[in-house]
């Protein structure tokens, strides 16, 4: 399909890992990120990856990409209570560096004390 | 300013006005991209540019709605003849050939 998708919610209890998944849809996207939006508040640029790594890591954010499955994850340790917000993937269509960029629909986090 | 700078931050304005809609974006950024989020919904795709041309306006939902980008710099997206649907926040991106894509703070909308 054209989509982008995620699942919408995902509760978890703090201290625990988060993970959240992802499919997109060109094989020939060369940029697939991962941004974070507090309630009232733009669009935070967490992290991306290239196309060409399988993995990122960046502190307490792992990135899991599997081209072949066109399967992207966002993984976060010890959870917390301020990392409750909606989570958006998003990949890069095309070639180019600056393709269209194209999201998901957000995946609400939910961490309870 | 560092980051991507949208203006106004807020616009109320009424059924059948014109509205224009402003993004500064990071210096030297050559992508420009325009995103309209409704309440509690995902980012729906506008158009994007490549410095000041647009390789896909594929987003815009009438002809109501038009953009231009000046300079390879700030761009501005028109509203015209604005309609209750119209309501939303109206979120800008810039990205560098590195790949980063920052957003703006956004422009809500709201049609009355």
């Known amino acids: 399909g054209e989509d982008v998708e995620q699942s919408l919610f995902l509760s978890v209890r703090e201290g625990d890992s988060s993970v959240i998944n992802c499919t997109y849809t060109d094989s020939s996207s060369t940029y697939l990120y991962w941004y974070k939006q507090e309630p009232g508040a733009g669009l935070q640029l967490l992290t991306y990856i290239f196309s060409n790594m399988d993995m990122k890591q960046d502190q307490r954010l792992t990135v899991l990409l599997n081209k072949k499955d066109k399967h992207l994850s966002l993984r976060i340790a010890d959870t917390q209570t301020g990392d409750s917000a909606i989570y958006f993937c998003a990949e890069s269509r095309g070639s180019s560096n600056t393709g269209k960029l194209i999201f998901g629909q957000g995946t609400t986090l939910q961490v309870k004390p | 300013g560092a980051g991507v700078s949208q203006s106004p931050s807020n616009k109320v304005t009424e059924k059948g006005k014109d509205v224009e809609l402003r993004c500064d974006p990071i210096?030297?950024?050559?992508?420009l991209y325009w995103y309209r989020q409704s309440l509690g919904q995902g980012l729906e795709f506008l158009i994007y540019?490549?410095?000041?041309?647009?390789?896909?306006k594929s987003g815009l939902p009438s002809d109501r709605f038009s953009a231009e980008r000046t300079g390879g710099s700030v761009s501005t997206l028109t509203i015209q003849r604005t309609q209750q649907e119209d309501s939303a926040v109206y979120l800008c991106?810039?990205?560098?050939?590195?790949?980063?894509?920052?957003f703006g703070q956004g422009t809500r909308l709201t049609v009355v």
């Open positions: 210096s030297g950024h050559t992508a």
């Open positions: 540019f490549q410095g000041n041309s647009a390789p896909d």
């Open positions: 991106a810039s990205s560098s050939r590195l790949g980063e894509a920052f």
